[in-house]
């Protein structure tokens, strides 16, 4: 039995001390659900653990034994009561929850999501305080396992003052019903604040480049007459060697009435 005073550990440890990634997937869970320490991660991972190892033997025995689906009736009805499964599951249902399906029922985590507390570490303060109750009764527990029953049935204590509407400790109207995972709206609006951003310069480029386009503009004249200078000087060789052919046909032109006049001697001399 043990002593009274010194009960039982509630959870296990890990069987590694230095383990990376679990110590940053621990390290998440503390700053998303506002825990106090690791002990708490444990609790639950020891309760998931039980649930899991339950299942498992329900599952290699309902196929043979009776009493077996009786039990396995009892754990789904259990996990539905305390809202970690939705109704008409399966066993195999129990096999795929995770550590955050048990810390997401914790009374300091609902407190926040009803809207009772700006954070969750501030939720965690008003249960420790006594502000907070269930069913008009205080429970002064954060890691608290709320019923789906006992859910609707969350809010401060008859004699807090957080029930005036003015105390400055009591979360502003845009806190109410806060979902605690927040959808990630900024990474979508910088998506969408990145490309007015760039609309800017493209404003001001064209009119940077209409000046080097209007500087050649002037310059092009010139430049043609250049081009026109030497187009004439590479032309002028092109008309002498046009005209060399001429001159040669002119000079044969010229020998053949020649040898004409030759031929007309000769014939004269023959004709003597």
């Known amino acids: 039995m043990g002593k009274p005073k010194f009960s039982r550990k509630k959870y296990e440890t890990p069987s590694h001390p230095w383990e990376m990634e679990r110590i940053k997937e621990e390290n998440e869970l503390i700053k998303k659900y506002g825990l106090k320490n690791k002990r708490e991660i444990w609790k639950a991972e020891t309760l998931l653990r039980k649930y899991r190892g339950q ?5 290699a025995k309902i196929s043979t034994d009776a009493q077996s ?3 396995s009736d009892q754990l789904l009805m259990h996990l539905s009561r305390m809202n970690i499964l939705p109704p008409n599951s399966t066993l195999d249902d129990v096999l795929t929850l995770d ?3 048990i810390l997401s029922r914790r009374l300091q985590t609902l ?3 009803k809207g009772l507390a ?3 570490q501030q939720a965690r303060q ?5 502000h907070v109750a269930i069913d008009d009764s205080k429970i002064t527990i954060p890691g608290y396992l709320v019923t789906k029953e006992e859910e609707s049935n969350i809010s401060y204590i008859a004699n807090s003052p957080l029930n005036d509407t003015m105390h400055p400790a009591r979360p502003r109207g845009e806190f109410s019903n806060v979902p605690f995972k927040k959808p990630e709206q900024p990474k979508e609006d910088e998506k969408t604040e990145q490309p007015a951003k760039k609309q800017k310069p493209t404003e001001e480029t064209p009119k940077e480049e209409k000046l080097p386009v209007e500087e050649p503009v002037e310059n092009e004249e010139p430049a043609t007459e250049e081009k ?3 187009k004439g000087e590479s032309e002028s060789p092109v008309e002498e060697k046009a005209d060399k052919p001429k001159e040669v046909i002119e000079k044969k032109a010229d020998k053949k009435p020649l040898e004409e006049d030759k031929k007309e001697e000769s014939e004269k001399k023959e004709g003597d």
Do not use: D, Q
């Open 126 to 130: 008003l249960i420790a305080h006594g």
């Open 55 to 59: 299942a498992r033997n329900l599952l």
């Open 111 to 113: 407190t926040y999501l």
């Open 228 to 230: 026109s200078e030497e």
């Open 69 to 71: 689906k009786k039990e």
């Open 99 to 101: 550590t955050e399906a």
């Open 118 to 120: 700006s954070t969750p």
